[in-house]
């Protein structure tokens, strides 16, 4: 069912950090690439004039999207700019005149999760249109009771069609490629299951540690910064069923299904872990026990899927900047050959960042005349400069009301099922050095269906 696109942007933190690392890109890109000729209107608190936040877009789009002369005077010339107060209704008052005739604007909150209900209902009040769309950006609460509180919120004022949970991961053409692979090559799906996959690994790591976000960091933590978001929609990605039916929502209703069916974490099942000098970053608290490291051992109950271990890890102040999915294929039953072969010979290999790549691990004959094999990779790369950037893919998106890379209200909740049990452990994370990967503690926690997989850096292109 087509549904009718947004009239207006507007956007909520515009003299913000976010808005400056990655809205102006976007809404470049949108007048770029996908003709947006709508007014575009930036909220901010007072003391900002339209004059500085159009000078704030040409300093974003230098240090962050590419300057276009073209695109950036298209952009100007559609910005405006509301100085106010969101608790205050004139504010909002403000803002309908600013919207002119715009009848469906797009409402996108690039603020503190804690300003969501006020902004929700202050736009609510001043009626913003026959059909208003609301975004909102991550964190979606702060764990599952405070998710739900949040929807009831916003529900008083948004029907559940009109919120747009924004996790840019899911903008990621790597992340999207994992489903369109699996379901677009026929070879793929007949194996994809308990019967033919031994286990599968997904890293999410950074070289670097939490810089100046300490403060924001030491009330999140890694649980809830990337496994709880962006780790388990990458894990629904890889073992979820195929969509059926030509319904809008046959990918979410699949990804729902799949969530929903993962068991909750065990504490003993996870390792947490604090890299050293972390709590001499600024904002964060003495003796904090934060974690920044995290792996766990996860199982999906359902008859594809098991007794299948799936192993999640993700870190600050690893050995590398990077994020790959490791499917490790079981050995054939029997050793045809006599050779003392490893446990682990055929894969295929999902990188997802900084550069991208699907690679075919296979076991071929080594030249000579005995019957002995070395493990060969059949690797495709592309570039990632090619692809279309999270934010402005999903911008786009909810223009035209399309929210199938966009949360769910059932998809978040069992997100927070799942990673429920973990939340705010109290106990002391294991240390780990900066460049290493990890405590040891994790190798124990893959034992045997180890070692884990540690992608490389990126190569260097001549």
């Known amino acids: 069912m087509s549904r009718p696109v947004s009239d207006a942007i507007v956007f909520f933190g515009a003299t913000g950090d976010l808005a400056k690392k990655q809205i102006f890109p976007a809404l470049e890109g949108l007048v770029r690439d996908e003709g947006v000729d709508a007014p575009i209107i930036g909220v901010a608190r007072e003391g900002w004039s339209l004059d500085q936040l159009k000078a704030r877009a040409r300093e974003s789009l230098s240090s962050h999207g590419g300057f276009d002369d073209k695109a950036f005077a298209k952009l100007t010339s559609l910005l405006r700019f509301v100085a106010g107060d ?64 949040l929807d009831r919120i916003l529900n008083r004022f948004f029907p559940e069609e009109c919120i747009f949970r924004i996790d840019h991961y899911l903008g990621k053409e790597p992340v ?17 299951n308990r019967t033919h996959i031994d286990s599968i690994q997904i890293t999410m790591a950074e070289n670097f540690g939490v810089r100046d976000r300490g403060k924001f960091y030491d009330e999140t933590g890694a649980i809830r910064d990337v496994l709880q978001n962006h780790m388990l929609q990458v894990l629904a990605n890889l073992t979820m069923d195929p969509p059926t039916g030509e319904e809008c929502d046959a990918v979410r209703e699949q990804k729902a299904a799949l969530l929903k069916s993962v068991r909750p974490l065990d504490p003993a099942q996870v390792v947490r ?3 050293a000098d972390y709590q001499s970053v600024p904002g964060v608290k003495p003796n904090s026990t934060v974690e920044t490291f995290v792996a766990a051992r996860l199982f999906i109950d359902s008859w594809r899927w098991a007794d299948v271990p799936i192993y999640v890890r993700a870190g600050k102040a ?29 894969h295929m290999r999902i990188r997802i960042s900084p550069d991208v790549c699907i690679a075919e691990g296979l076991r071929l004959k080594l030249p000579g005349n ?23 893919r999903l911008l786009h998106d909810a223009m035209l009301g399309v929210g199938d890379l966009f949360g769910r209200q059932d998809i978040v909740d069992a997100q927070w099922r799942i990673v429920e049990p ?5 106990s002391a994370p294991i240390p780990y050095a900066r ?9 124990q926690l893959i034992g045997p269906d180890g070692p884990w997989h540690n992608p490389l850096p990126p190569t260097p292109r001549p």
Do not use: C
């Open 273 to 275: 872990g604090q890299y």
């Open 318 to 346: 690893l050995s590398a900047t990077a994020a790959e999915v490791m499917v490790y294929f079981k050995r054939p039953p029997r050793e045809t050959f006599a050779e003392i072969a490893p446990p682990k010979s055929g």
């Open 176 to 192: 999207q490629n994992i489903l369109y692979t699996r379901f677009a090559n026929s070879m793929f799906e007949p194996i994809w």
């Open 370 to 392: 005995a019957l002995k094999g070395e493990n060969v990779e059949l690797v495709l790369t592309e570039q990632e400069s090619a692809f279309k950037p999270p934010y402005q």
């Open 86 to 149: 969101y608790t205050d209704p004139s504010t909002y008052a403000r803002l309908r005149q600013a919207l002119g005739e715009a009848k469906r604007p797009l409402h996108y909150l690039a603020i503190p999760p804690s300003l969501f209900a006020t902004v929700a209902e202050g736009l609510a009040k001043q009626s913003a249109g026959t059909e208003p769309r609301l975004v909102i950006e991550k964190p979606f609460g702060h764990s599952r009771e405070s998710a739900r509180q």
């Open 435 to 443: 460049g290493s990967w990890g405590p040891d503690e994790a190798n």
């Open 422 to 426: 973990v939340l705010d452990e109290n």
